[in-house]
Structure formats: C-alpha cells, structure tokens
C-alpha cells in the first residue's frame, strides 16, 4: 500500500466515528402554552374600537379545543370570523387561535405587550384581544368584594333567589353556598353548593359539576357571563 492510500485509510478510520457523533443542530420548536394560562376574561374589538365585544377564554375542553363564551347574538354580527369559531386554542410563543370545529384557524392573535393580543384578517382587518386582568389589574374583584349575601335576578325583575357566598372551606380552593328558602325552580334544580373566584369572577358551582360565571361589569353590577340565553344579574340585598 502506498503512503497515500495510507494516509486515506487512516482518516477515514478517525473521521467515520465523528460524524457519527455529531450533535443534533435541529432547534427545538417553540413551546405551546397550557390553557390554564391563557384562560381570562377578554375584550375583543376593532382596530379603531369602534366595535367591541366581552369574550371568556374558557379551560373547559369542547370537541375542538377549548370552550368560548361570549353572546353570539351581540357579537357576531360586529364580528364576522365568529360565525366561524367553535373553540380556541393555544399556539406556539403564547398566541391565541380562534378554530373551526375541524380545528382549522380561523384567527391566530399574537401575543404583544400588556395582556394585548393582535390577529390581522387578511381582506378583514386588524383586531386586537385584550386580557382584562392585566389592563386593569387594580380593580380585579377580591374575595372581601363576593363573599356574603346576594340576590340573583332577571333583568330589571326582582330577586328570585337569594343566597349567602359563605367562607366556609369546601376543598380546592372553594367554598360553602348556602340557598335561601323560596329560590327559583329553575336555580333549585341547578342547585348551587360551593362557589369560588376565577380572575375576578364569581363562580357558582352545582353538585353534578355545573357552572354559572358572573363577572363585574365597568359600571359595578354582576352578570352572568355568557349574557344569552338566559341573562341573570348578581346584586346586594338592599
């Protein structure tokens, strides 16, 4: 063998051991986010506000990701693309997708800064979502604010049922409801035992895992979120 092919056999018998260890280069994808910590109360509107809407980014899981509340009868026709959304999702860097119910994107908003998320519609255009929590974090509601008494009523009707917020543990972070004599059939079938806050909401949860979501409003009253079907208000005894 002549020095040549020496020289050959000898780096190829160094050089094939490292190739076969070199590193992995592929850069890792961008982490998704858990739905916990996307889920909040929202502000969707228009890039000039003229046209806004209240929208719950629920953890609930739904068929095709996760659960939305928002009046469809006040919203959709300010907001065309929500004819089209079944549910939402996480996305990769913290975005928010608005999906089909094939799961589809029909809206992906990208995270800015100050709980405000931006989505450009193509042949739309720009709509921002806002994290209400973050936007005015000083007047999210504490647990002094829900606790004691209320009276749950229709719009611009009187009580039909009233009930004590207790501060009674329940376990996980909840705690006891107690019912008045006299509430309405349709509450006493829901039958609310334990209620909580979820980012400044109050939440009354019924014994087969039901929920009814009141939020505060900017002018001070509580109501049931989503509004429709069936509207209710939360307000103190006089």
């Given at each position: 063998?002549?020095?040549?092919?020496?020289?050959?056999?000898?780096?190829f018998?160094?050089?094939?051991?490292?190739?076969?260890?070199?590193?992995?280069?592929e850069p890792a994808?961008?982490?998704?986010?858990?739905a916990?910590?996307l889920?909040?109360?929202?502000?969707l509107q228009?890039?000039?506000?003229?046209?806004?809407?209240?929208?719950?980014?629920e953890a609930?899981?739904?068929?095709?990701?996760?659960?939305?509340?928002f009046?469809?009868?006040e919203c959709?026709p300010?907001f065309?693309?929500?004819n089209?959304?079944?549910?939402?999702?996480p996305?990769?860097?913290g975005?928010?997708?608005?999906v089909?119910?094939?799961?589809r994107?029909v809206?992906?908003f990208?995270?800015g800064v100050?709980?405000?998320?931006?989505?450009?519609?193509?042949?739309?255009g720009?709509?921002?979502?806002?994290?209400?929590q973050?936007v005015?974090?000083?007047?999210v509601?504490?647990?002094?604010?829900?606790?004691?008494?209320?009276?749950i009523?229709?719009?611009?009707?009187p009580?039909?049922?009233?009930?004590?917020?207790?501060?009674?543990?329940?376990?996980?972070?909840?705690?006891?409801?107690?019912?008045?004599?006299?509430?309405d059939?349709?509450?006493?079938?829901f039958g609310?035992?334990k209620w909580?806050?979820?980012?400044g909401d109050i939440?009354?949860?019924?014994?087969k895992?039901?929920r009814?979501?009141?939020?505060?409003?900017p002018e001070?009253?509580?109501?049931?979120?989503?509004?429709?079907p069936?509207?209710?208000?939360?307000?103190?005894?006089?």
């Amino acid at each position: 063998m002549n020095r040549l092919a020496c020289l050959l056999a000898f780096a190829f018998t160094f050089a094939v051991p490292v190739m076969a260890q070199a590193p992995d280069t592929e850069p890792a994808r961008p982490a998704i986010p858990d739905a916990k910590q996307l889920a909040a109360n929202y502000q969707l509107q228009s890039a000039l506000g003229d046209r806004k809407c209240p929208i719950t980014l629920e953890a609930k899981a739904v068929a095709a990701g996760y659960a939305l509340a928002f009046d469809r009868s006040e919203c959709t026709p300010l907001f065309r693309f929500l004819n089209d959304t079944a549910a939402w999702l996480p996305g990769i860097a913290g975005s928010i997708r608005f999906v089909n119910a094939a799961k589809r994107t029909v809206s992906e908003f990208t995270e800015g800064v100050g709980g405000q998320y931006e989505a450009l519609l193509e042949g739309d255009g720009v709509y921002f979502l806002t994290n209400l929590q973050f936007v005015q974090p000083n007047d999210v509601p504490t647990f002094s604010d829900a606790a004691g008494e209320w009276n749950i009523s229709r719009p611009n009707g009187p009580a039909i049922c009233a009930l004590a917020l207790t501060d009674q543990a329940a376990g996980d972070d909840m705690f006891k409801v107690v019912v008045k004599p006299g509430c309405d059939p349709t509450l006493a079938r829901f039958g609310p035992v334990k209620w909580y806050l979820d980012r400044g909401d109050i939440i009354l949860l019924s014994a087969k895992d039901e929920r009814i979501r009141f939020g505060r409003q900017p002018e001070g009253n509580w109501t049931k979120i989503p509004e429709q079907p069936r509207p209710l208000s939360l307000s103190r005894p006089n």
